[in-house]
């Protein structure tokens, strides 16, 4: 019984790829994506802390805790585009 469960978890697990250009390209899509979607869908920016450095336009108004924001949810969009592409075989 215990072999079997073994082997059920086994099956479970999904292919995790490793890097590749390919990978790193969704990852920076996935990334642009969020960065698009929060320029306009962040309502009240600059809250909080800016960034030290001078950014371009596409990045006016952003601060730390935007910025954060973004790329933590490009970061998660893209883990789950790699692993729903690897687990179909298309990466």
Do not use: C, D
């Not at 215990?2 to 390209?25: E, K, M, Q, R, Y």
């Not at 920076?28 to 969020?34: D, G």
């Amino acid at each position: 019984m215990i072999h079997l469960t073994f082997n059920l978890l086994a099956a479970a697990v999904p292919t995790t790829p490793t890097w590749s250009a390919g990978v790193g390209l969704i990852m920076l899509t996935a990334n642009l994506f969020a960065l698009v979607v929060a320029r306009y869908g962040i309502q009240v920016k600059g809250i909080g802390p800016s960034l030290p450095v001078q950014l371009p336009g596409l990045f006016e108004g952003f601060g730390v805790p935007e910025l954060l924001a973004v790329t933590s949810f490009g970061h998660i969009l893209g883990a789950g585009l790699v692993l729903g592409l690897a687990q179909a075989g298309l990466l």
